[in-house]
């Protein structure tokens, strides 16, 4: 397993794959470790998990540089996802006790009855390397918390981080088997998961991943949260403040160099602020620099790998080859190299593909609309359903066209941004469940009806 700056195309570091004996030991550690970790009270549960966020926070330099080496990340950024994880462990750190707590139900007579909120056991984490750490963190804060243990298959591209992200819980304290990287390749998951100890999954990742890792789980009826792709629209109406509009839409497609599943990617203008939204849009996209991972004054690195600058660029020339114009051009990637200029298209027909494939990457698809049906209709033409944003002065008719439209969520004048406090999903083919806030830590749990009848 390579460990590769894909600026540079130099191998940083090699692992070898964890062996099936290791595998196996793995999940055995985590299930025993799970016996005993799901009766430990909440108050050393958080004690440990704020102390994962001391040490995000007093190294987060050092696992900034691992995010940005091995994807390609702009440092500054990489340092903001660091940052995020330490918050979304002192959120849960500080709520879960709260979101578990047993609630009483309401009955009729003088019956009597209430949840009660259980661990499930070990959890199998397959995750994307995009946000590495946030998407990582993201699923294991609330889960300690729960008293779940975690194994983590992190992408094969980020060993690095898959590591240091084990190495986080075990120096904050958490007990060895709590939460355990695994390196290994996608074709050891379908056994990890059809372990009896294992007991449900969570994926962070592509479509055809998240097919694969349901049919797997659905063969043995264990449960899981997939979070996929997405195609996000971002609706501009002609109410709406168009260049604060158009510079939002920017950096929203611009996040992580695009390579984000809640960035915006269909750009859907009402024709009267059209013109208006395009001039800034490019303006703003065109003046970005591009440099290393760690150049102060670059606004954009490269892709996280050549094959994923070489399949967007496909999907572009595909598109214009059939008609789409060009806006804003970008440029072939050299072979066997990450690096990818922004492109802007429009007049996207219903036949290409930028208009219903996602475009992870830097290239934005732009769409002249009459009206609000004509808003509403495109957004919904996808096979994808995860944020949406909508541009309006009108709250009245935010509110009323944000449940009209087909997504997991919708942002009114600003952009689609992960917190802990927000619940996050998809519906379509984005995935199912949600992470994060009180819904996130009560997917992998056991809901538990307890009826007291006096004897
Ligand atoms: P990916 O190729 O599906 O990889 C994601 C993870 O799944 C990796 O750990 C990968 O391992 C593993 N995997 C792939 N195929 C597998 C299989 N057949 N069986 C078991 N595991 C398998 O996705 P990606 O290219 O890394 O990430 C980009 C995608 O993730 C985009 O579609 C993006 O929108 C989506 N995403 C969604 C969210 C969300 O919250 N909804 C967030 C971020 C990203 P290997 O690396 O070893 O192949």
């Known amino acids: 397993m390579k460990s590769i700056n894909p600026y540079t195309g130099k191998t940083l570091k090699i692992y070898n ?71 979304v462990c002192r959120y849960y750190a500080e709520k879960a006790e709260g979101f578990l707590a047993d609630s009483p139900l309401d009955l009729p007579d003088d019956k009597k009855a209430k949840l009660k909120y259980n661990p499930l056991g070990v ?16 699923f294991a804060a609330p889960n300690l918390m729960v008293g779940n243990t975690g194994i983590l298959k992190h992408a094969s591209n980020v060993p690095q981080c898959a590591l240091a992200i084990e190495e986080i819980f075990e120096e904050a304290g958490f ?39 349901a049919s797997h789980a659905g063969e043995v009826l264990k449960k899981t949260v997939l979070e996929l792709g997405g195609s996000d629209p971002f609706i501009v109406l002609a109410d709406a403040d168009v260049e604060k509009a158009a510079k939002t839409a920017a950096k929203s497609r611009m996040i992580n160099f695009g390579q984000s599943c809640i960035a915006a990617k269909r750009f859907i203008i009402h024709k009267k602020v ?47 080859a059939m008609g789409a114009k060009v806006i804003l051009e970008g440029s072939r990637p050299e072979e066997g190299k990450a690096l990818f200029k922004p492109y802007i298209i429009s007049d996207i027909t219903p036949d290409m593909p930028a208009y219903h494939q996602e475009m992870f990457g830097p290239v934005a698809t732009i769409f002249k609309i009459n009206s ?84």
């Open 274 to 320: 059209y013109d208006k939204f395009v001039e800034v849009f490019k303006k703003e996209i065109e003046g970005l620099k591009q440099g290393d991972q760690f150049d102060e004054n670059a606004d954009y690195c490269c892709m996280a790998r050549p094959d994923l600058a070489e399949e967007l660029f496909a999907q572009v020339n595909k598109s214009i």
């Open 123 to 138: 959890i199998l984490a397959v995750m994307p390397w995009n946000f590495p750490f946030w998407q990582v963190f993201r």
């Open 372 to 455: 609000e049906e004509e808003a509403i209709k495109i957004a919904n033409d996808s096979p994808y359903g995860l944020g949406s944003s909508l541009w309006t002065s009108d709250m009245d008719k935010a509110d009323e066209l944000a449940g009209q439209i087909e997504s997991g969520a919708v942002f009114i004048n600003e952009l689609v941004a992960s917190s802990p406090y927000l619940p996050f999903g998809g519906i379509k083919r984005s995935g199912y469940g949600r992470e994060l806030a009180e819904l996130g830590i009560k997917e992998f749990v056991n809901i538990k009806t307890v009826s007291f009848t006096q004897s």
């Open 17 to 87: 794959p964890h062996s099936d004996h290791q595998i196996k030991e793995t999940v055995e550690r985590a299930q025993d470790t799970f016996l005993m970790w799901k009766k430990i009270g909440f108050e050393e549960k958080a004690h440990f998990l704020n102390k994962a966020a001391d040490i995000l926070e007093s190294k987060k330099e050092h696992y900034a540089k691992l995010i940005s080496l091995e994807m390609g990340k702009m440092l500054k950024e990489s340092v903001a996802e660091i940052e995020k994880c330490a918050w």
């Open 175 to 213: 007990p060895k088997g709590c939460f355990q990287t695994l390196l290994i390749s996608s074709d050891k998951v379908k056994s990890i998961l059809q372990h009896p100890s294992v007991k449900a999954a969570t994926l962070t990742g592509s479509e055809k991943a998240g097919e694969i890792i």
